[in-house]
């Protein structure tokens, strides 16, 4: 999977809900196996976890967390080739949604990886809330099976874990505007706030590839270790085999104007 990043990905843009950013881009990203693992969450709890500064993102006036596990390939920044043991990597992020103006967006409240040098170079270029993580992922009768265990902060204090396996049901497709799936995926940037300034990367890929998914989650405290209570609710599933993208440089937003280079 190493080195087939595709060239046509800036040519998709039919889709985009504003246009690409006018700057060249910086790294690219090729994700593989993605599970979209969704909840429903009490608003009022999520507001209190979610910078004052960032409004939520709402659907029919609920609030969603989700619990995304995937393996990467092509992490990569411009001009650089993708390199063995350097470029591929799982990761696992734990996330709600917020907009500002007319870009709605992505909220990590973690991200958890298996290459130390991605957690370290993420968190001290972008801000963004890395941790490592022993992460394994095997495939075996259709089935992605997925561990990963971030150790636990203080001695009395749990290990952060997510331990099940998942795999696709249906046929691929891409999520139609106003459906719920659609809030859910296609989004075009993140957000973070350092410092009580917004900040905002945006990112380009093809419309995602949705099929259903169907999970089995043994153990999963990834929720919890951000403040966040998921319901006893089975979670809502979909799963993508694959998707490519790449990433602008991030910029500092002010409300009412135009975002500026950080």
Same mark, same amino acid.
């Given at each position: 999977?190493?080195?087939?990043?595709?060239?046509?990905?800036?040519?998709?843009?039919?889709?985009?809900?504003?246009?690409?950013?006018?700057?060249?881009?910086?790294? =690219?990203?090729?994700?593989?196996?993605?599970?979209?693992?969704?909840?429903?969450?009490?608003?009022?709890?999520?507001?209190?976890?979610?910078?004052?500064?960032?409004?939520?993102?709402?659907?029919?006036?609920?609030?969603?967390?989700?619990?995304?596990?995937?393996?990467?390939?092509?992490?990569?920044?411009?001009?650089?080739?993708?390199?063995?043991?350097?470029?591929?990597?799982?990761?696992?992020?734990?996330?709600?949604?917020?907009?500002?103006?007319?870009?709605?967006?992505?909220?990590?409240?973690?991200?958890?990886?298996?290459?130390?040098?991605?957690?370290?170079?993420?968190?001290?270029?972008?801000?963004?809330?890395?941790?490592? +993580?022993?992460?394994?992922?095997?495939?075996?009768?259709?089935?992605?099976?997925?561990?990963?265990?971030?150790?636990?902060?203080?001695?009395?204090?749990? +290990?952060?874990?997510?331990?099940?396996?998942?795999?696709?049901?249906?046929?691929?497709?891409?999520?139609?505007?106003?459906?719920?799936?659609?809030?859910?995926?296609?989004?075009?940037?993140?957000?973070?706030?350092?410092?009580?300034?917004?900040?905002?990367?945006?990112?380009?890929?093809?419309?995602?590839?949705?099929?259903?998914?169907?999970?089995?989650?043994?153990?999963? =405290?990834? +929720?919890?270790?951000?403040?966040?209570?998921?319901? +006893?609710?089975?979670?809502?599933?979909?799963?993508?085999?694959?998707?490519?993208?790449?990433?602008?440089?991030?910029?500092?937003?002010?409300?009412?104007?135009?975002?500026?280079?950080?």
């Amino acid at each position: 999977m190493q080195n087939d990043f595709p060239s046509d990905v800036l040519s998709i843009t039919a889709h985009r809900p504003w246009p690409l950013p006018h700057e060249p881009w910086l790294m =690219t990203q090729s994700w593989h196996d993605v599970l979209f693992a969704h909840w429903p969450v009490d608003i009022a709890e999520l507001r209190e976890l979610v910078p004052a500064e960032l409004p939520l993102d709402l659907f029919e006036g609920r609030a969603y967390a989700g619990v995304v596990p995937f393996d990467m390939t092509n992490v990569a920044p411009r001009f650089v080739p993708a390199l063995p043991l350097v470029s591929a990597f799982p990761e696992l992020n734990v996330r709600t949604y917020v907009t500002i103006g007319d870009k709605p967006g992505v909220y990590f409240f973690s991200l958890d990886a298996e290459s130390l040098l991605a957690v370290t170079t993420a968190r001290a270029l972008l801000g963004l809330p890395y941790f490592h +993580a022993a992460m394994d992922v095997r495939r075996s009768d259709g089935w992605v099976h997925y561990n990963s265990s971030r150790a636990a902060s203080s001695a009395d204090a749990p +290990a952060v874990e997510f331990t099940g396996r998942y795999r696709a049901v249906g046929e691929p497709h891409a999520p139609a505007a106003g459906t719920l799936e659609h809030f859910l995926t296609e989004r075009y940037c993140l957000y973070t706030v350092s410092h009580s300034r917004v900040h905002r990367l945006e990112i380009h890929h093809p419309p995602w590839p949705l099929q259903a998914g169907e999970a089995v989650i043994e153990r999963n =405290t990834m +929720a919890a270790a951000s403040g966040i209570t998921l319901p +006893a609710s089975a979670p809502l599933l979909h799963y993508a085999r694959r998707q490519d993208m790449v990433a602008f440089s991030m910029k500092t937003v002010t409300r009412g104007a135009r975002a500026r280079a950080m």
